[in-house]
């Protein structure tokens, strides 16, 4: 088990940007034995996946919502997943949390994770 927490979100105009960070609560732990995802919920929805990496970082998925406007990354030496937003819109508001998984490889449902971050709020004014 790995435990995890999310920083960067906030309140931003529709078109702005924010980047999102998760990393390991604590030492000793490294990320670069997960595969990760970031994941979105917004009220009255269910949770869905945005965005997906590889331990390598060599390969990503994103959901047609938000490909080409969403990046996530990884610093494997910095024990550190980003996922930059650009270009937002209102209904990208939401709580985003990361996940990871042991498996490595792209998975984007819920079910595939097994460790889970508490989310950081994303609010995107009109």
């Known amino acids: 088990q790995v435990q995890l927490v999310e920083s960067g979100g906030g309140l931003v105009q529709a078109g702005g940007s924010l980047r999102l960070s998760c990393s390991c609560a604590a030492s000793g732990r490294t990320l670069s034995n997960y595969a990760m995802a970031w994941f979105r919920q917004a009220p009255g929805k269910e949770r869905e996946a945005v965005a997906a990496?590889?331990?390598?970082?060599?390969?990503?998925w994103y959901s047609p919502s938000v490909k080409g406007r969403f990046t996530i990354s990884r610093d494997n030496a910095k024990n550190t997943v980003y996922l930059q937003m650009n270009s937002l819109k209102p209904e990208d508001t939401a709580v985003y949390s990361c996940a990871a998984t042991l498996k490595d490889g792209i998975y984007v449902r819920q079910i595939s994770y097994d460790n889970w971050g508490q989310g950081t709020q994303v609010t995107v004014s009109s």
């Open positions: 990496i590889i331990r390598s970082g060599s390969s990503t």
